[in-house]
């Protein structure tokens, strides 16, 4: 078998990339949570009388709200399995990254399954965050900045 028909065999036989299908399909799923939770916040402003900063985190809570009620009715993992990254990409990722391993264990009981695994995936993030955060505000404070 020469090079060249080895590399027709191969474009043959490789399956073809779904990147394009894959691409559309986060950005309608991301768009759609997205304008979900534009319309959150604009329903709070409008019926509730909320200002701006009130209205995105009654916006942010009811979005991981959702996506945590979604993980344990076992929905969330068929939008994501369809939509990829779309459903990452947004904060709704976030909150299925608590609620999973915290469903997976909860045979194991309430304090060693449930409450044990809760932060495992989303414990790190929440901590470097934290203390990252709170050295860059003493690096400002010490030089004056803040």
């Known amino acids: 078998m ?6 027709r065999r191969v474009k043959a036989l490789m ?7 894959m691409c559309l399909r986060a950005f309608a799923v991301g768009g759609g949570i997205c304008c979900l939770g534009e319309l959150i916040a604009q329903a709070g402003r409008l019926y509730l009388h909320l200002d701006r900063e009130q209205a995105g985190t009654v916006c942010s809570l009811t979005l991981i709200f959702l996506a ?16 990829g990254a ?15 391993p915290a ?12 409450a044990a695994k809760l932060f ?24 004056g900045i803040y």
Not at 15 to 21: A, E, K, V, Y
């Open 68 to 83: 945590g009620l979604l993980t344990a009715l076992g929905v969330f993992d068929r939008i994501a399995s369809f939509a």
């Open 120 to 143: 495992q995936i989303a414990g790190p993030v929440l901590v470097y965050g934290i203390g990252s955060s709170v050295v860059y505000g003493l690096i400002l404070y010490l030089i």
């Open 86 to 100: 779309g459903t990452v990409v947004p904060i709704t990722g976030f909150a299925n990254s608590i609620v999973s």
């Open 15 to 21: 399956p073809r990339s779904r990147t394009g299908l």
């Open 103 to 114: 469903m997976e264990f909860r045979a194991e009981g309430l304090i060693t399954g449930t």
């Open 2 to 7: 020469t090079e060249r028909d080895y590399q």
